[in-house]
């Protein structure tokens, strides 16, 4: 008894909070895009989003970037890749925080063409 009202608050929460949550709006580069330089990621988010991890990842391994944006809630989230990019595929990935406590995740991908 108890465990069937238990799934069905998840079933019924679970369509809400997809939708109900600040989500990431725009990224650079753009998600799916072709590009031949980064010199920056940026995401902006609808409401204040608190990002709590970042990373970049190609095939050759997880790529250092560094945070522009520090660990206040903000609607715009700026990091700077390390170094010049190679040509490749890539894929940012975060964690956060909605400004209503529940936590969020995303990731946006892009190819750097020579
Ligand atoms: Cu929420």
Known sequence: MIKQTLF????????????AHSKSETT??????????????????????????????????????????????AKEFLAMPMEELAPGSYR???RGMASDGHPMQGSFSFTVAK
């Open 92 to 94: 940012f990935d975060w």
């Open 8 to 19: 069905g608050m998840v079933v019924a929460m679970a369509p809400m909070l997809a939708a």
């Open 28 to 73: 650079t580069p753009a998600d799916g895009a072709t590009v031949t330089e980064v010199p920056e990621l940026s995401m902006r988010f609808d409401d204040p989003m608190r990002i709590i991890s970042v990373t970049l990842s190609s095939p050759d391994g997880d790529v250092e970037i560094e945070r522009e944006t520090g660990m206040d809630p």
